[in-house]
């Protein structure tokens, strides 16, 4: 009789720690996070953003994100921390890094490392830690810069692209797609290579980091990037604009094609962990507007015709092999 007390009392132990190892994530702090990056890269850069992400439940994870710049030696660096649940039991932390060359200052979204002491831990929800100022939630898609906001007042400017670009996280680099023994990269340097992704609730694809592509002289073409809080950024690319392939916003139905990006079905077809280019460009005499995307849990990279209208066209790949910067 004794010895099956005994059972009964284990297995009654037992089944409490398999049920608080479901619930229980460790409570890790922002702050006590920054202090793991190494003191030469915390001495030497400045934090541009941190990002706080949770999602509860049977796979449920917290993600902790810092986004640094190096004066010095124009580096982004983006420093990413995931807790989740081994053989979704046991908790345990990954790290990961990604280094990219920027052409870009991003001294001007400098914030204080101080202010991560505000990001609070909380369960299904996102905090963002943006220019001294900590958004929550919905509040942070409403903080972008929308495509009307940007073009308001430039039906006469000559464009080779506008673009616009979303992720679920804070991101750099391009990924690339893998199958089978084969890579391929679904973000060329045109629009990846050294520059920053801002998280995104990914609900609104008329709001994010805008991006405007114009002729300047000699050929070359001029972009700017239009980041939260009237931030602009811009340098010159290399390149050749032939009335082929430049364009006025009077030449496309712009009222149409953001109906189409806000659309319900867009957003179902998305998803929430993905990243999202949408642009709006010439070729061959006509103007038209895409959105791919990559879908991060399906491995689906993805792309739509919205003008003139077009199907979805979903390709899956074996995984995605990260960010990559050349």
Partial sequence: MGMRKG???????????????????????????????????????????????SQTGFNGFREYQFALYAPDSKALSIYT????????????????KITCKTPFNYSLLATSPEKLNDVKNCNNCR??????KIYRDEE????????EEVIKGKENVTYTQIAILKDSEITTGTIVDVYGDKMFPTDDAYYGKGLLYLPSPMLNFTRGVVVEFLPADNGTIKR??????????????????SKNTTWDLKEVSIRQILQKLNSP???KAIGRNSRARFRIF????????WIRWIDKND?????????PPGRIDRRKFDYINGYHCN
């Fill in 282 to 289: 010439k070729d061959a005499g006509t103007v038209y507007a």
């Fill in 265 to 267: 079905q867009l957003q």
């Fill in 140 to 147: 942070i898609e409403s903080i972008y810069p929308s495509i």
């Fill in 224 to 241: 700017m990037i239009h980041y939260p809080g009237n931030i602009t950024l811009s340098d010159t690319l290399a390149g050749h604009c």
């Fill in 81 to 96: 921390f995931k807790t989740y649940k081994f053989l979704k039991i046991w908790p345990r932390m990954k790290k990961s």
């Fill in 7 to 53: 059972v009964v009392a284990l297995s009654f132990l037992l089944f409490f720690l398999l049920l608080f190892s479901y619930f229980y994530l460790p409570s890790e702090r922002m702050n006590d996070l920054y202090q793991e990056i190494p003191a030469q890269v915390r001495e030497n850069s400045q934090l541009i953003a941190a990002y706080y992400y």
């Fill in 299 to 307: 491995n689906i990279h993805a792309e739509l015709r919205i003008y």
């Fill in 127 to 132: 905090e963002l830690l943006y220019k001294d």
